[in-house]
Nanobody, 117 residues
Framework: QVQLVESGGGLVQPGGSLRLSCAVSGSLFSPNIMGWYRQAPGQQRELVATIWTRGGTDYADSVKGRFTISRDNEKNTVTLQMDSLSPEDTAVYYC???????????WGQGTQVTVSS
């Protein structure tokens, strides 16, 4: 099994920044992919950014140029640096892990990000 614990959410003003972190533990296998997803009230969960073991990344068009995903393979952590935040970024942000070994993916409990003045 795999456990994920997110941290770093909160309230920020428009134009501000937040940094989300996710610590992953348990039976981990490489290669794997870790990522951030978000779900706003009344909306479906959507991809924000993903990163592969060797660093390949993918971003939603809505966050390109504003968000940066990174990972530390030694510490098994994935981080999402969010800059130039807007109210449209308000959502619960979830960390996800998946690899070639486990048949299912694993999710964190989510952390709330609220962008408001």
């Amino acid at each position: 099994q795999v456990q994920l614990v997110e941290s770093g959410g909160g309230l920020v003003q428009p134009g501000g920044s937040l940094r989300l972190s996710c610590a992953v533990s348990g039976s981990l296998f490489s290669p794997n992919i870790m990522g951030w997803y978000r779900q706003a009230p009344g909306q479906q969960r959507e991809l924000v950014a993903t990163i592969w073991t060797r660093g390949g990344t993918d971003y939603a068009d809505s966050v390109k140029g504003r968000f940066t995903i990174s990972r530390d393979n030694e510490k098994n952590t994935v981080t999402l640096q969010m800059d130039s935040l807007s109210p449209e970024d308000t959502a619960v942000y979830y960390c996800k892990y998946s690899d070639w070994y486990h048949p299912s993916e694993f999710w964190g409990q989510g952390t709330q990000v609220t962008v408001s003045s």
